[in-house]
């Protein structure tokens, strides 16, 4: 056995499978198959994602004490597969609940960079959208959507459980259309408001 | 039926300091004075207007000898447009109450009605006025009771007053990479779209980038 | 062993808030803390330097926005010391009706987010859920479930609606009987009680020197309570006495008696709200119009340059006070400057050197049994 150069008897197993994908995948194009499957899947993860939304356990200020009595009995939202997970690495959903300081908006950033696609951003409360009752403070950015991409607004101070509750309903409207676009190309869409009908 | 401390209770205690603190510092220029508030029972208090050369002796008369606990609120003002004598205040609430350590499986149980001397509850309060100048400075008191410790960091922080001989002064509520002059409270700084003048430069924050920004998370 | 620092960075689930606390740990053991405050410093200081006095109130319910209530009655006493404004007595058993109904709301907040800290969480579905009761009351009362803007200078904004005092006394009465099954679910649960005994010691001379105050120093045995040492409101005419624990060792209080103090003042506030909705003047199934003499005072508006006007308030996780000094913009419509002092600002840096020494998984009982609310922290 040589040790330079190929050994062209050897059974080169990786070639062979990256062969045999590149015939499979020109085959299916061909007949439009992979198109079909590709709607499919889409519309399978589609629905798989927007029943469980799995949001970041993040509680910046009020809108967060409301947030938690959305999960709570009389709201529950559970039962719309709500669920809050700590790491933002195993998130879907990044609710901001209150206004984002200077200090914090690296850290908020960092933690929507954290996540996987395909994310979603709610800004929850007149912090988030605009800075609130704090707009005219030194320290307030004017919104979280001077640094992230908002998909839904819920306004409201603070805005009632049933209104979170609606926001993720029309969050599940919009996944519906965009699915598995990425976050970063969704800036035609219209800004969804829950209240505005 | 709840308890309360009475207004002669208070009256009481509150001449009693008054007239230990003018005996003690008669003729310094640190006046003490006692006010009543005008809200709720109108309970008396003992204001003290001290100045900054004498106020680290009088913050010791006070926790020696009037028993005051704690240091609640240290509150930094800017007068530009004030007296040349007055031209910033820092104000100290000190608060006593009778407190100490009990003996396990055991708890005090004041009656209020029957507190005497130095037992009763008081509130203190210091103002003391610096010239005008770009640099007030005060004493400060961090060695003689804890809490006046972070609340001299955040006075600090907002209203840029100087607390001389404290240790490890920082930023509290301001982001760490304020600039070094930056004080918002004074009253130099306008608000944001009140008569729109921007604090500094990207205002927004805009320009700063994390620190780790490009890498993959 | 070589030690290390870990943050639990601002966006924790256990930090009830957003702050920062760098442990550096030698194994298990603590060996040093240091917090970082201040993500959401919003300015309010500067801001109420521009509102009217009447504008400040839903700012200060913003402030510690779990217990909004007991906040903005804490501003309206020092702005009724500035501008010398007095309260009718029917406003202030109402008053004192709210502030209690808020505190019972704060304390179960608290237990609610403190008992899946622990481990337990059927609390939080058990108190989130008692913690709908009184959200529905406070709505009657002020409109909203969170921020109520509810006290005005002078008085209140609107009387007890009719048949409120009817529902009052049902919710406290099935309340109290609630309560027993939270002692009954906690206080017999090894696990309960091996986390929270023993852990967190705080002596009551070293927290007072520290500023603390509140619940938090009336666990470690000494009975301090701003309602009756720098009396206000009505709360010497009804029917209560400061919850104040038997600490069991020298060391002071641990987190058992925090927790215990904090479930006795639950049942002390039911107690006074059921005495004071018996002894309000004018009734408690009458309804006054809004601006009636029996709960409101006009009270002046503006304050001259000068005067200065100060409270201090219970409010449910320690004294808070307000410092406002007149003479701002307007002619003195607006403060010069208005302080505020916070107590959590000053407890949780204690917080921190309290846990040195302890085991990482005491982190959660030591923080959560002092109850800290960064909102009130960062203003």
Redesign the interface.
């Known amino acids: 056995m040589s040790n330079d150069g190929e050994n062209f008897a050897a059974f080169n197993s990786r070639a062979l499978v990256e062969m045999v994908g590149d015939v499979t995948d020109e085959a299916l194009k061909a007949t439009k198959v992979k198109q079909f499957l590709s709607v499919l899947a889409g519309r399978y993860f589609n629905w798989a994602g927007r029943k469980s939304l799995f949001t970041l356990h993040l509680g910046i200020k009020c809108c967060a004490i409301e947030m938690a009595a959305a999960a709570t009995p009389r709201f529950d939202g559970d039962r719309f597969g709500v669920l809050f997970r700590s790491s933002p690495r195993q998130s879907d959903v990044l609710l901001v609940n209150g206004p984002v300081s200077k200090k914090f908006a690296d850290k908020i950033v960092r933690l929507w960079e954290q996540m996987p696609e395909p994310k979603y951003c709610i800004a929850m409360g007149e912090c988030a959208i605009s800075g609130g009752p704090y707009f005219q403070s030194y320290n307030i950015l004017e919104g979280v959507d001077t640094v992230i991409p908002v998909d839904v607004y819920i306004p409201g101070c603070p805005p009632r459980p049933e209104a979170l509750i609606d926001g993720f309903g029309l969050l599940r409207e919009k996944i519906i259309r965009i699915g598995g676009a990425p976050s970063t190309g969704r800036d035609g869409e219209k800004p969804i408001i829950v209240g505005e009908d | 039926m709840g308890m309360k401390v009475t207004l002669e209770q208070s009256n009481s205690a509150a001449e009693s300091c008054v007239a230990a603190l003018n005996e003690r510092f008669s003729g310094s220029g640190v006046e003490s004075t006692v006010e009543h508030h005008s809200n709720a029972f109108k309970m008396a208090f003992v204001r003290i207007d001290a100045t900054p050369q004498h106020w680290l002796a009088v913050a010791k008369f006070m926790k020696f000898d009037l028993s005051v606990n704690y240091c609640s609120m240290v509150t930094g003002t800017h007068y530009p447009d004030g007296p040349a004598e007055r031209g910033w205040e820092v104000a100290y609430h000190m608060m006593r109450m009778p407190v100490s350590n009990v003996v396990p499986h055991t708890n005090t149980t004041h009656i209020a009605e029957n507190l005497s001397g130095d037992d009763i509850p008081m509130e203190f309060e210091v103002r003391i006025a610096i010239e005008q100048g770009d640099s007030p400075t005060v004493p400060s008191i961090q060695s003689l009771w804890v809490g006046a410790d972070w609340n001299e960091k955040e006075t600090w922080d907002l209203v840029g007053i100087n607390f001389e001989g404290h240790k490890n002064m920082h930023r509290v509520l301001n982001p760490h990479d304020s600039p070094d002059e930056f004080h918002p409270l004074q009253k130099q700084h306008k608000l944001r779209y009140h008569g729109h003048n921007e604090m500094y430069d990207d205002a927004q924050g805009f320009g700063r980038k994390p620190a780790d920004e490009g890498r993959n998370k | 062993m070589a030690q290390m620092w870990i943050t639990m960075?601002?966006?924790?689930?256990m930090t009830?808030?957003?702050w920062t606390l760098r442990v550096k740990v030698d194994g298990e053991t603590i060996v040093d803390t240091d917090a970082e405050?201040?993500?959401?410093?919003?300015?309010?200081?500067?801001?109420c330097e521009?509102r009217d006095f009447t504008q400040i109130t839903?700012?200060c319910d913003?402030l510690c926005?779990?217990s909004a209530m007991t906040w903005a009655n804490s501003y309206i006493?020092?702005a009724?010391?500035?501008l010398?404004?007095e309260?009718p007595e029917r406003a202030e058993f109402i008053r004192l009706i709210s502030a209690e109904l808020q505190r019972l709301a704060s304390h179960l907040?608290w237990l609610?987010a403190f008992g899946p800290d622990i481990g337990s969480l059927t609390l939080?579905?058990w108190c989130?859920?008692d913690r709908?009761m009184f959200l529905d009351l406070l709505q009657e009362l002020g409109g909203s479930?969170?921020?109520y803007n509810y006290p005005r200078i002078g008085g209140v904004k609107r009387d007890i609606p009719v048949g409120f005092a009817d529902r009052l006394i049902a919710k406290i009465k099935l309340f109290e009987r609630r309560i027993d099954e939270y002692e009954m679910l906690l206080d017999e649960s090894t696990i309960w009680l091996v986390r929270l005994q023993g852990v967190g010691y705080a002596?009551?001379?070293?927290m007072?020197?520290?500023?603390v105050s509140g619940p938090n120093?009336r666990a470690?045995?000494?009975?301090?309570d701003v309602?009756?040492?720098?009396?206000?409101?009505v709360?010497?005419?009804?029917?209560?006495?400061p919850a104040?624990?038997?600490?069991?060792?020298?060391k002071?209080a641990d987190c058992y008696d925090r927790y215990r103090v904090r479930m006795e003042e639950m049942r002390q506030s039911s107690k006074m709200i059921l005495d004071a909705i018996e002894k309000i003047p004018g009734g408690k199934n009458t309804n006054y119009s809004s601006g009636d003499e029996m709960i409101l005072t006009k009270a002046p508006t503006r304050a001259p340059e000068g005067a200065t006007?100060?409270?201090?308030y219970e409010c449910t996780r320690g004294?808070s006070?307000f410092?406002i000094?007149g003479g701002g913009e307007g002619r003195g419509k607006n403060p010069?400057?208005l302080?505020i002092?916070s107590p959590m600002?000053?407890t949780i840096?204690?917080v921190a050197e309290t846990m040195i020494g302890y085991k990482i998984a005491d982190i959660p009982a030591i923080m959560g049994s002092f109850d800290p609310c960064i909102?009130e922290t960062?203003?």
């Not at chain 3, 007072?208 to 500023?211: H, K, N, P, R």
């Open positions: 960075g601002p966006q924790h689930p009830h808030g957003l405050l201040g993500y959401i410093h919003r300015g309010v200081e500067k801001i521009s839903p700012y913003r926005y779990v006493y020092a009724e010391d500035l010398e404004a309260v907040m609610g939080m579905t989130m859920r709908e479930r969170m921020h002596k009551a001379e070293d007072v020197d520290a500023g120093v470690a045995g000494v009975n301090y309602r009756w040492a720098h009396p206000y409101s709360y010497d005419q009804v029917d209560w006495e104040v624990e038997k600490p069991t060792s020298v002071g006007g100060f409270s201090n004294a006070q410092y000094k010069y400057r302080s002092r600002f000053i840096p204690y909102g960062d203003r």
